[in-house]
């Protein structure tokens, strides 16, 4: 385009300028907006995540306690039970994490009777009776340690949707001497078995004992 004075107008410059400027605000924006958006969406999907997981997750069951008698969810009729899913030869998170349940319903005192921690073998080929009730004596009498058989485990787990499974190469899955993967959180069900909120087991048996006050209605 030309001026009055048959010279070319230069106005496209600084629109292009303008328009390179806008653009990379737009990059350093964008992280910032995307991070706001998943975290405020994480909040508000929370509630609908446990909507849901509490249909789904958990139901009945069929074990054998530590003294070898079966026991199903309806000997909890009525109380919370904090759930957690490990094995006996655990040498690290398992131990770690009875370890910190058993100092948060010591630091929630009476409001703890409401409560009742059961650990549940995922390894029921070596956690028989008798060694889940020793183990379990390490940490609180309190808790109640639940093996089972093959199937009655696998079934418990699947409706925990529990991840489980040996360690290593076929040969030292083949081993008495294995480990295990498995995933490791805290169930926290209601008197009528639903689930009601899922704790993480890194965190400190204040967090957890604050929690479980603000999950449980006091008596």
Do not use: W
């Not at 998170?93 to 929630?108: I, S």
């Not at 060694?131 to 309190?142: G, K, L, N, Q």
């Amino acid at each position: 385009m030309q001026n009055r004075n048959g010279g070319r107008r230069k106005i496209k410059q600084p629109v292009q300028k303008q328009s390179a400027r806008l653009s990379e605000a737009k990059k350093r924006v964008a992280p910032v907006l995307i991070i706001a958006v998943l975290f405020l969406g994480a909040i508000g999907m929370r509630g609908i995540f446990l909507k849901r997981a509490s249909a789904t997750l958990g139901g009945s069951y069929t074990l054998i306690d530590m003294h070898g008698h079966p026991l199903t969810e309806r000997q909890f009729q009525g109380r919370y039970t904090l759930i957690y899913f490990g094995y006996t030869h655990c040498i690290d998170v398992c131990p770690l994490t009875l370890a910190t349940v058993t100092q948060a319903l010591e630091l929630m005192g009476k409001a703890s009777h409401q409560i009742v921690p059961l650990f549940i073998t995922v390894d029921p080929s070596r956690d028989t009776p008798e060694v889940v009730a020793d183990y379990v004596s390490h940490f609180s009498p309190d808790i109640v340690g639940l093996t089972g058989t093959e199937s009655q485990i696998q079934a418990v787990i699947k409706s925990f949707h529990v991840m489980a499974r040996r360690r290593g190469s076929p040969a030292d899955r083949m081993s008495s001497d294995y480990l295990m993967d498995h995933s490791s959180v805290l169930y926290l069900m209601d008197g009528d078995n639903r689930l009601v909120s899922v704790l993480p087991v890194d965190t400190s048996p204040q967090e957890i004992a604050t929690r479980l006050r603000r999950l449980v209605p006091a008596s």
